[in-house]
DNA sequence: CATACCTTGACAATCACTTTTATTTCAAAA
DNA sequence: TTTTGAAATAAAAGTGATTGTCAAGGTATG
């Protein structure tokens, strides 16, 4: 509905044809919005309505999406790439918390990064395009629980 | 010199042994501050002075040196785990620019990203410990090189 | 609907990295 | 020193994600 009559308009703009497959990977990754998918998370989930798809065809298909701006791939590096849905509006990739107890991904929309961005560009002369940008440490409820356990449970 | 005594004395603190291997990639990598060294590059390196050494080893011995404190692994997804040296005196890991054009690769030393992470807590609750930050755009020379070509040339 | 060529699926190959295995080294105890 | 068992090593085989190859099939245009 949203960027889906996009889709072929864009593909032929870049002189891509308009697949079935290609559709379908776009549909599982928009339908999983806020998930970061792996490849093969992807390929099982396209197969569900195309058993018969090829793994290399969702492996040449996830950057022809990404080079079309459908989808951002991220790393966290498990070993595998991911991809994520790049929504409609979003200027930048948005940034990652990665918390190291519970590994859960939290997603911060603000950018705040246009002051540093300045700053190099004035110290360094690098105009900078686009950015990655990962936080590790511990999400709110993992410090929560740290905290309790350092005052060996006499705190709530 | 600088940090060559402490190796022996972390190695031991951890319960590691003391190897002429551990020494020698950890010469290697301080012999090439201001690089990013691929694991293969840095097998290579060290095949020099220790021509048996296997990869495993190199391998191994990485992420130990990391756990220690020496060096940083880095991802600039070409395919391969980079190492770079944790200089002393470094509280953060430092940001890289990566340009677009020429490749090259920038450090940038100052943090800058205090006052984010303070509304990050303030936001989300979540305790940063560290972050990996990458900017891509334009370095300073092939910002400048673009500029002249788009005002000499004529215009597309 | 026929042609040209893009895309696909199957599967082998590759690539970075890990695990296994047999062997060696280490540091402390005897 | 020599002994000894845990830890570390090299080499090789294994792993899992990703890519290459190529014949067959699908898509866009005349």
Not at 105 to 117: G, H, K, P, R, S
Not at 124 to 140: A, E, N, S, T
Request: include cysteine; aromatic fraction near 8%.
């Amino acid at each position: 509905m949203k960027q889906k009559k996009d889709l072929s308009q864009l593909l032929r703009e870049k002189g891509y044809k308009i697949t079935a497959q290609r559709k379908a990977v776009l549909d599982v990754v928009e339908a999983h919005d806020g998930e970061h998918l792996s490849s093969q998370e992807i390929y099982d989930l396209v197969r569900k309505k195309f058993p018969e798809v090829g793994v290399a065809t969702i492996y040449r298909t996830l950057p022809v999406l990404e080079e079309l701006g459908f989808i951002y791939a991220v790393d966290f590096e498990d070993g595998c790439t991911r991809y994520e849905l790049h929504r409609t509006g979003q200027t930048h990739r948005h940034h990652h918390l990665l918390c190291e107890r519970c590994k859960k991904i939290t997603e911060v929309e603000d950018d705040l990064l246009e002051e540093i961005e300045d700053k190099i560009y004035g110290n360094y002369g690098f105009k900078i395009k686009d950015h990655r940008v990962k936080f590790y440490g511990l999400c709110k409820e993992c410090d929560n629980k740290d905290n309790k356990d350092n005052n060996d449970g006499f705190d709530t």
